[in-house]
């Protein structure tokens, strides 16, 4: 397992890989305590593998149901959230700092930044420019130990969204899961007295807890909340990125006062 973990980086495993695990708790949960595993026999070669093979595809699958889901939420609640944070209806950053900002990165992409007048005739071309910004950012702020907040808010974002895409797949096994388990408590009337019946029981009460979890945790608006939270982390980058200008400024300026001018008559 510890080698499959490996396969992931820190995205992908805490944003990707994490929501697989738990989207199939239960089979895992029932294939760990249902199969003995004081022996290695092929029986376990095959669950090992069953159980890795799993993981990567409902990884993968994950990460294309986030897209389906965060293409729909962009259309829904009108466009990416660092679009809409940008824009100067929105009061979730402070107009001076967003202003600050938008001269910085219209400096940075070459682009005149949108007036307000400019904007209320045209919030789509205003939006464009933004969209602009986006992409520059999150391009700028991939160092993750650099940019610590931005990735930890990605991270969460991506984690939400992902796990409420595998929402309905991980009911769906989690449904399959505890038909299995109650057909071999019906099939064996004193399954509870014995320890392969009290493994059942446990599958059950994990089952439950899982079901629980999913319908709470995997909701629309937690993806929602994660996605501004992650958009406003990645405006206010602005602020690390013009600190870094502002430096580059002052020491270029500073060496331009310490070149020695030639004499008149050198």
């Given at each position: 397992?510890?080698?499959?973990?490996?396969?992931f980086?820190?995205?992908?495993?805490?944003?990707?890989?994490?929501?697989?695990i738990?989207?199939?708790?239960?089979?895992?949960?029932a294939?760990?305590?249902?199969?003995?595993?004081?022996?290695?026999?092929?029986?376990?070669t095959?669950?090992?593998?069953?159980i890795?093979?799993?993981?990567?595809?409902?990884?993968?699958?994950?990460?294309a149901?986030?897209?389906v889901?965060?293409?729909?939420?962009?259309?829904?609640?009108?466009?990416?959230?660092?679009i809409?944070?940008?824009?100067?209806?929105?009061?979730?950053?402070?107009d001076?700092?967003?202003?600050?900002?938008?001269?910085?990165?219209?400096?940075?992409?070459?682009?005149?930044a949108?007036?307000?007048e400019?904007?209320n005739?045209?919030?789509?071309?205003?939006?464009?420019?933004?969209?602009?910004?986006?992409?520059?950012?999150?391009?700028?702020?991939?160092?993750?130990?650099?940019?610590?907040?931005v990735?930890?808010?990605?991270?969460?974002?991506?984690?939400r969204r992902?796990?409420?895409g595998?929402?309905?797949?991980?009911?769906g096994?989690?449904?399959?899961?505890?038909?299995?388990?109650?057909?071999?408590l019906?099939l064996?009337t004193w399954?509870?007295?014995?320890?392969?019946?009290?493994?059942?029981?446990?599958?059950?009460?994990?089952?439950?807890?899982?079901?629980?979890?999913?319908?709470?945790?995997?909701?629309?608006?937690?993806?929602?909340?994660?996605?501004?939270?992650?958009?406003?982390?990645?405006?206010?980058s602005?602020?690390?990125l013009?600190g870094?200008?502002?430096?580059?400024?002052?020491a270029v300026?500073?060496r331009?006062?310490?070149?020695k001018k030639?004499?008149?008559?050198?």
């Amino acid at each position: 397992m510890m080698d499959v973990l490996k396969i992931f980086d820190a995205y992908s495993l805490r944003a990707r890989l994490f929501p697989a695990i738990i989207a199939c708790a239960p089979a895992l949960a029932a294939l760990s305590l249902l199969i003995s595993w004081k022996s290695f026999h092929l029986s376990n070669t095959i669950a090992t593998l069953g159980i890795v093979v799993l993981l990567v595809a409902i990884a993968d699958y994950a990460r294309a149901r986030g897209r389906v889901i965060e293409r729909k939420m962009y259309a829904e609640f009108g466009g990416m959230p660092s679009i809409i944070l940008f824009r100067r209806v929105d009061p979730t950053i402070d107009d001076g700092s967003k202003e600050r900002y938008r001269f910085f990165l219209g400096d940075k992409l070459g682009i005149k930044a949108p007036t307000s007048e400019e904007e209320n005739d045209n919030q789509g071309q205003a939006d464009k420019f933004y969209d602009q910004c986006g992409v520059w950012l999150r391009e700028q702020t991939r160092d993750t130990k650099k940019f610590p907040l931005v990735f930890g808010e990605n991270v969460a974002y991506g984690f939400r969204r992902n796990l409420y895409g595998l929402k309905w797949l991980g009911l769906g096994l989690n449904a399959i899961v505890v038909v299995a388990c109650l057909v071999l408590l019906w099939l064996d009337t004193w399954a509870l007295a014995t320890h392969f019946g009290r493994r059942v029981t446990v599958v059950l009460v994990v089952a439950v807890f899982h079901a629980g979890y999913m319908l709470l945790a995997a909701r629309k608006a937690l993806v929602w909340d994660a996605a501004n939270a992650y958009g406003r982390q990645l405006i206010l980058s602005c602020e690390a990125l013009l600190g870094g200008a502002t430096t580059a400024k002052k020491a270029v300026a500073g060496r331009k006062k310490t070149v020695k001018k030639p004499a008149a008559n050198e």
